[in-house]
């Protein structure tokens, strides 16, 4: 029963998704952010198919600000705003705590608009490009920004002062939990493969399954989160000297955005192709 209650909580923590979230559980949700990844691959289906079904009715650069438009609304914004505030300290002047002031502030400066504006902007330009992979291409973007809080959670030993929301992922999430979540992400990502190549069997008499590309999308999942995630760590502990709440938000934006280019850089060379 406690990792149903767990998966409730992380899924209300991570999405607007009305299926309740029990008051003073952060622990609880940072106990379970294994399951961080699995909540991203539920997160990203129905944009997903959404983006999929919209590629017959409207051009390529419409559906790609569309999809983005789906996942904020049903992740109520929450990281985006961590990405804002992140820029606002990244982009400030003076000491740790000056920067964390300036990331706590309740106003939006120019360095979180314009680095908000870049990773958005590119995200959804991303999306219009993934043609007939998009439905997967928008569950392992949502898995691989997942598993790079998750990593960094698992690895980083620090937070910024004054730091309560990132405080219990960073204490309580442990390594095998990031190895844990990798093992069980994938074996759903096989299982989600099959299954919707069984549908498009059925439906259809058409059947395609590919190892190789199986293999192609647990390389991005891995590539596109653990490398960026690594390297925005190392910018906070550089100029927070920690991890914050709003540096967990910016990690999951900004693999979001990584790991749809290098999508987009596989179907453009034809490594991705039908």
Same mark, same amino acid.
């Given at each position: 029963m406690k ?5 409730r909580?992380?899924?209300?923590f991570?999405?607007?998704?009305p299926?309740g979230?029990d #008051?003073?559980?952060?622990? $609880? ?5 294994w399951?961080f990844p699995i909540?991203?691959? @539920?997160?990203?289906i129905?944009?997903?198919? /959404?983006g999929?079904?919209?590629q017959?009715f409207?051009?390529k650069l419409?559906?790609?600000p =569309?999809i ?5 609304? %049903? ?5 985006t705003?961590? @990405?804002?505030?992140?820029g $606002? &300290?990244i982009?400030a002047? &003076?000491t740790?705590?000056?920067? =964390?002031e300036?990331?706590h502030d +309740?106003n939006?400066?120019?360095g979180g608009i314009? *680095?908000?504006?870049v990773?958005? %902007? #590119?995200?959804? +330009?991303?999306?219009s ?5 998009i #439905?997967?291409? +928008?569950?392992?973007a949502?898995i !691989?920004?997942k598993?790079a809080m *998750?990593e960094?959670?698992s690895?980083s030993?620090?937070t ?5 929301m990132?405080?219990p992922f960073?204490? @309580?999430?442990?390594p095998y ?5 990798l093992?069980?992400t ?6 989600l493969?099959?299954?919707i190549?069984l549908m /498009?069997?059925? %439906?259809?008499g058409?059947?395609?399954f !590919?190892y190789?590309?199986?293999l192609?999308q647990?390389?991005i999942i891995?590539?596109?989160s653990? /490398?960026?995630?690594l390297f925005?760590?190392g ?6 000297k ?11 934006e ?7 280019? =290098? *999508?987009?850089?596989?179907?453009? +060379?034809r490594?991705?192709?039908y």
């Open positions: 990792i149903f209650k767990g998966f909580n992380t899924l209300a991570l999405s607007k998704i299926v979230m #008051i003073e559980s952060m622990d $609880d949700i940072a106990k379970h952010m399951l909540v991203g691959i @539920l997160i990203g129905i944009p997903g198919i /959404i999929f079904i919209l017959f409207l051009p419409l559906i790609g =569309l983005l438009g789906l996942i904020l609304l %049903l992740t109520g914004l929450h990281h705003d961590g @990405l804002l505030d992140f $606002d &300290g982009m002047h &003076g740790p705590e000056k920067k =964390l300036i990331m +309740v939006t400066g120019t314009v *680095l908000g504006l990773i958005l %902007l #590119i995200t959804a +330009v991303s999306y490009y993934l043609d007939i992979f #439905i997967f291409g +928008v569950i392992i949502e !691989s920004a598993l *998750l960094v959670a690895f030993k620090t910024a002062e004054g730091s309560k990132a405080e960073v204490k @309580l999430t442990k939990h990031f190895f844990l979540s093992i069980i994938i074996i759903l990502l096989f299982l493969n099959y299954g190549r /498009i069997y059925f %439906l259809w058409i059947w395609y !590919s190789f590309e199986f192609i647990s390389f891995l590539v596109g653990c /490398i960026p995630s925005i760590y910018i906070a502990k550089r100029n927070f920690g991890m914050s709440g709003d540096t967990f938000g910016a990690i999951n900004i693999c979001r955005m990584s790991t749809l280019i =290098l *999508l987009v850089i596989l179907i453009q +060379v490594i991705l192709v």
